[in-house]
C-alpha cells in the first residue's frame, strides 16, 4: 500500500540505463534473429511469445538472471519488440518507495514490458506490493493520511514484468516464484562473440577481418558488451591512423595500450591477483579487495571476481578469496609459502 501520487510521464522510447551511452543501444540487436548466442534461453523465450500471442495475453513475467553485460536489457528489450508492446526502462535502485512503483504501473499500457534491472536490490515493502500487480495486476494505494486515509485498489493494465539480476541467489523465494519464465544468460562461446564483433563492425561502419574478430572475442571475458567497448576504441585507433580496417596487429596494439593482456586480463585483475599473492596464501577478504582496487564490494563481486573465477585463478572460500596455482603463474610471483621456503627439501 502507498500513498497516492500522479503517474510518472509515458515513455515508450528504450530509457539509457546508468552508465549506458547512445552507442550501447545503436549496437543492441533490434530483433530476437539479431541476437547471437543463448539458444535455449532464446528458445523458450519464442515459444512463451508465441503462445502468448495466441492466447492474446501478455507474456508470463521473466526473470533474466546472469554477469552484467550478457544482454539482459537486450533481451527485455526485444520481448517488447517482438510482441508489439511499449517498453518501459527502471532498476531497482530508483524505485525507493511503493509510491515510485505505483506512479510507473499505472502508466503502463496493456501488454507492456516494464524492464527493472538490478532486480534483487528492491526493497522489500516495493517488493511486496507488486506481488499483487505480477499476480492480479492491482495495487492498492492510501489516500490522505492519519484518521482519513483509505485504501483505494487500482487495476493495473494487464503487463510482463522482465527482472534483471546478478544475483539470482538474494531473490525472496516468493518473489521468484511469481516470474513464469526463469532464464539464465551464460558467458559467450568465443565464435559467438567473434559474430558479434563483425556485426558491431558493420554497425560502426569499420570493415574487420575474421582474425580480428577471434582476437578481440578471445579477450572479452565472455561478455558482449566488452566486445562492443573494446571496437569502439580500436576504431578510434584505426581512424586516427587513417585506416578502414581492424586486422590482428590493430587489436594486438589496440589492446595491449588499454591494458588487455593475451587472456583478457585488464590492470585491475593483476592488481586483484597480485593482491592475493602479497597475501601469501592467506584468505582476503572481498572489503580488503575493494579497498585496494578503489571499487565497491558488489563491482569487485559482480564485476571482476566471477572471471577470474572462471578461469580459474581465483576461489572463494568462506574465509576470502585465494589463488590458485594457476592464479599464483598469472600472478606471476612464486606459487605457495611452502614453495619459497621449502623446508625438508632434500
Ligand atoms: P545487460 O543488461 O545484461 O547488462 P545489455 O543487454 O545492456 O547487457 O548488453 C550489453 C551490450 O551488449 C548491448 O549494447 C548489446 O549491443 C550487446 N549484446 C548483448 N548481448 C548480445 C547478443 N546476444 N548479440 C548481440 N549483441 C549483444
Not at 35 to 45: A, E, K, R, S, T
Not at 112 to 117: E, I, P, S
Not at 131 to 151: K, P
Not at 330 to 340: L, S
Amino acid at each position: 500500500m502507498t500513498t497516492f501520487e500522479p503517474p510518472l510521464p509515458r515513455d515508450n522510447e528504450p530509457t539509457p540505463l546508468p552508465g549506458e551511452s547512445a552507442l550501447d543501444i545503436a549496437l543492441r540487436p533490434k530483433a530476437l534473429a539479431e541476437f547471437v548466442g543463448q539458444p535455449l534461453v532464446v528458445d523458450n523465450l519464442r515459444i512463451a511469445m508465441t503462445a502468448a500471442k495466441l492466447r492474446g495475453e501478455p507474456v508470463d513475467h521473466v526473470l533474466l538472471s546472469g554477469l552484467p553485460g550478457l544482454g539482459k536489457t537486450t533481451l527485455a528489450e526485444l520481448v517488447a519488440r517482438e510482441m508489439g508492446a511499449g517498453f518501459r526502462a527502471t532498476s531497482a535502485p530508483a524505485l525507493e518507495r511503493p509510491a515510485d512503483l505505483a506512479g510507473i504501473l499505472t502508466g503502463l499500457s496493456a501488454g507492456d514490458v516494464l524492464f527493472v534491472d538490478e532486480i534483487h536490490r528492491l526493497p522489500s515493502t516495493v517488493e511486496e506490493y507488486l506481488y499483487g500487480a505480477m499476480e492480479d495486476f492491482v495495487i492498492d494505494i492510501v489516500l490522505d493520511q492519519g484518521a482519513r486515509a483509505r485504501t483505494v485498489r487500482l487495476d493495473v493494465k494487464p503487463f510482463t514484468l522482465v527482472g534483471a539480476t546478478t544475483r539470482e541467489g538474494l531473490l525472496a523465494p516468493p518473489f521468484r516464484a511469481r516470474f513464469g519464465l526463469i532464464e539464465r544468460l551464460e558467458p559467450y562461446a568465443i565464435e559467438d562473440l567473434a559474430r558479434i564483433a563483425i556485426r558491431s563492425c558493420g554497425l560502426l561502419k569499420i570493415d574487420v577481418d575474421a582474425a580480428a574478430a577471434a582476437a578481440v572475442a578471445s579477450r572479452s571475458r565472455g561478455t558482449p558488451r566488452v566486445v562492443n567497448r573494446f571496437l569502439r576504441r580500436l576504431r578510434d585507433l584505426a581512424q586516427v591512423e587513417g585506416r578502414t580496417r581492424i586486422d590482428r596487429e590493430l587489436v594486438d596494439r589496440g589492446l595491449t595500450r588499454l591494458g588487455v593482456d593475451d587472456r583478457g586480463l585488464l590492470a585491475v585483475d593483476r592488481l586483484i591477483l597480485s593482491t592475493l599473492a602479497r597475501a601469501g596464501g592467506e584468505p582476503v577478504g572481498v572489503k580488503t579487495l575493494a579497498i585496494t582496487l578503489g571499487e565497491d564490494e558488489r563491482t569487485v563481486e559482480d564485476v571482476y571476481e566471477p572471471h577470474l573465477i572462471r578461469e580459474g585463478f581465483i576461489l572463494k572460500t568462506p574465509r576470502g578469496r585465494i589463488l590458485t596455482p594457476d592464479g599464483e603463474k598469472a600472478a606471476g610471483v612464486p606459487a605457495r609459502p611452502d614453495d619459497r621456503l621449502p623446508f625438508g627439501a632434500g
